[in-house]
């Protein structure tokens, strides 16, 4: 099944040659075969093209009616008959590029709805779209071709550079971001941290915020992420660095170039990553740790203490992977063999999955 | 203490036999007595229904001044004089049958607020209720009664069916949903997710997420909670399937119908739900699984291999509900007896919970 | 390097006289230098104010340029000639309160935006500031000097004290607020919680959620966090009690005052805190459960029992950390020396980071 046009219409069609210009793969097969559009692998029809990126899948292609597709050289004989190769060592990226070609990024309709509320004093670049309702603070600086959704808040004295989007819902505070920066829908940059000191008698007292956040070029925050200013110095995010939804980036926290951070991962304050960490989901971090460049936190890992470069470390609290793996088949095997102790009833109930029935008499 | 009239209005009030009827209950009790609202049942007074499960408050029960209690049939003897007794096996679906007798869910206000922006060739059914600064975007259809809320927006081309509700700041986009569907506030559909590929030089380039959301009837959003289009498939959320607040559903994520998937839970791209899966908080899934139908998946477990239909699992890695207690009872044993290893000081100090109080000297 | 006066333009200049006396310190230096600003103590210059904790740093202050340093009693004579001290026992306090001086809070501008709606009858205390696209409903009550950022939504009948602010896009209904509370950048207060029941043949019927949400005076609410409120009684934060983003409360949770609740926590329904419960990032509470004052809970913590008053605990499910500690300790011991089992290749493969490239073939 093709993009439904309603929401992703496709620009095209065209000819093979173009998309295998595109996708920088060799092509094998008829260079004027046109082509509409992308499909999965498994149905995908004659104009489209599907990938595949490694022999997992290889019975899919085997039966596949697709037009042309794109895939790794050495999978080049599984081709179907009738189908167009285009062969890739990266096929994943040049479908990407393929499907681009197909589906560009939407465009901004360069203009300022009549809803929104800009300062007088914002400067906003050519060419920048502004969606209903959304505010631009006071001295807020946008360059060219910048997106801004319905709702978006850019608070006063943000900068953003070329070509950002900042969409529908996303909230910028204390801020400055290069180009090609995205918040996504109900991101919060810029708000302030958890920082506050307790009084003798038991009161809290804020402890003012006094940094921002940078965004290098490229950074995406993904929906619903949160990402807190600096409590002096600022929160920094490398150029590159992608953050999935409902990430927690507490103040002070800074990462190098082309980190990866999946949905629900937390990382405390002051905490610093080099290049090209990746955190997968719902993994934390405590303050003030130094992750080396390239290192590997696994899902749901509990770090508390420094990784260094090109480590891979999972687990709670975090080991390296290898141990981590041994413990878990040896636990395993632990639960699975092991009668219950004689010292008496199990005082963890593992309590049963909620079910949304309350277990209240109210 | 029976409900706030300023927040919650109370219809009625209703004679037992109303109440009776409406719950599907047995009457036990004088059948003209009026009742004006629900309460908890140590609190609620003469002329209030309370309700009680099992067992477990059976003290309270006996102690109670309802005029009416909702309750198992095992029960009834336990009623206090005076009281009045509904007999129902179910008796937490019959109160909410009586609740919702007294506390109809608000009915949508037909019309549209002037500061909501809505799109000319946008289609609303009748009796929908628009609020201010709601925004509906080109090709958009709306069946009948639906309520959308204050900032709500629903992106070009979506389509919803007749009474769903779009609450406060929730965003819809590339969706298509049937009845009775619920997003709570801040809920994001249908946005990009966190599909990219690495070139050779490490950047990433986005790989165009091509797909849509198609929400059953009566799919409930959470509030904050995030689920991401499909890449090129849809993600899919089958009818009567619950999201709580704060979850995250990735790309091509599909479930079957009934699925209850509580707070801040995390589920990777492409992994797919039967029927009736029930994962409680903060549980994660990792991509491309399976979980059979009436699957059990207990709170924070990380799950990373299929589970089978019925089976119960938890603990991270997850494993069968029994092998993960026993497993823990051992832990903890072996925590509460074993001195500490002649290796030296402990490597893993577990940090101090952080108090806000931040421990640089900036 | 100090605050960039384009997002925190700083009050003063101020003598060191005041600053003392603001921070409650005694002073040893010039009580008539001038100081301009606060900046962290390897950047600040002689015309700022650094502080220090305790001796982890002490190379720091020794090098640091700072025209005076907060600190602790028994560190003064480590600073650097030229340099005065501020003498304090509580010096992050103290230094709260500096930071204070040179960057009050944002006094909210009195006024109601033009594009905010504002029913008739609500009743606004003198000087609150209503911003762009503010929503507030029917009968809701703000007392003086509120300020309401933009999108924000207070609901029909929501009372709120003095000096609270409702900060861009926070959403508050069913809402009963003290004084000073602070609700941040998309915080969602007072949804329906996640309440139902199912019918004999599988769908799932709501239970009407006829309670509210209170927060006592002080009370914040962290960015995109959700309080869901109570389904018969209510859901309350004691006064002082801090949220940090992305935490879920659910409903008819009960806190005593001052508790701290860390990022991406989950507190299940009907469970109570104390006084002054510590609860650190992503740990999950299960329901109707009772924590004692003073209590505090570990990162990534799973508590399924009541935990005493004062007991500190972690793991999950969790333990006292001592015990934990001893059982983190042995686990990885057991994993860096264990040889794989030789019943077979291990199950649970530990599945490599997500580095967002899909490893589908569409």
């Known amino acids: 099944m093709s993009a439904d046009p309603r929401f992703h219409p496709a620009a095209g069609p065209y000819p093979l040659s173009r998309l295998a210009e595109a996708a920088g793969a060799e092509l094998a097969g008829d260079a004027a075969r046109m082509l509409n559009g992308v499909a999965p692998l498994d149905s995908a029809g004659a104009g489209e093209v599907a990938f595949l ?3 997992k899948h290889l019975a899919s292609l085997k039966a596949s009616r697709a037009g042309a597709v794109v895939l790794p050289p050495d999978l080049a004989a599984s081709v179907p008959e009738g189908c167009a190769a285009m062969l890739s060592r990266t096929p994943h990226l040049a479908f990407a590029r393929i499907a681009a070609l197909f589906h560009p990024p939407r465009a901004p309709v360069p203009g300022i709805h009549p809803t929104a509320t800009v300062a007088a004093d914002a400067v906003l670049g050519e060419g920048c779209d502004i969606g209903p309702h959304a505010v631009i603070g006071a001295g807020a600086v946008l360059g060219a071709r910048c997106l801004v959704g319905p709702h978006a808040v850019i608070g006063p004295g943000c900068v953003f550079g070329d070509d950002c989007r900042i969409l529908a819902h996303a909230a910028a505070s204390f801020c400055l971001a290069g180009h090609r920066v995205t918040l996504h829908q109900g991101a919060r940059v810029g708000q302030e941290g958890f920082g506050f000191t307790p009084t003798p008698e038991g009161r809290f007292v ?3 915020q006094l940094g921002r956040v940078r965004l290098g070029d490229e950074v995406e925050i993904g929906a619903n992420s949160c ?4 409590a002096l110095d600022d929160t920094v995010l490398g150029p590159g660095t992608r ?3 409902l990430v927690q980036i507490g103040h002070n926290v800074v990462t190098g170039r082309g980190c990866v951070i999946v949905a629900q ?3 405390s304050g002051s905490t610093r990553l080099g290049d090209f960490v990746t955190i997968a989901g719902q993994a934390g971090l405590t303050g003030h740790l130094n992750i ?5 936190i696994g ?3 509990g770090v508390q203490s420094d990784v260094p470069a090109g480590q891979d470390v999972t687990g709670s609290p975090a080991m390296p992977v290898k141990d981590a793996l041994r413990a878990a088949i040896y636990l395993r095997q632990l639960g699975a063999r092991k009668a219950r102790s004689a010292a008496g009833p199990a005082r963890e109930e593992q309590k049963e999955p909620p079910s949304g ?3 209240q008499t109210d």
Chains 1, 2, 3 share one sequence.
Do not use: F, H, M, Y
């Open 206 to 208: 804020t402890i003012p």
């Open 243 to 245: 953050l999935d939804n």
């Open 227 to 230: 990402v807190d200013r600096g």
């Open 292 to 296: 080396g460049s390239k290192a590997r």
């Open 299 to 301: 899902a749901q890992a």
């Open 53 to 55: 990126d490694g022999r």
């Open 265 to 267: 991962v937390g990382i």
């Open 357 to 359: 029935r309350s277990e």
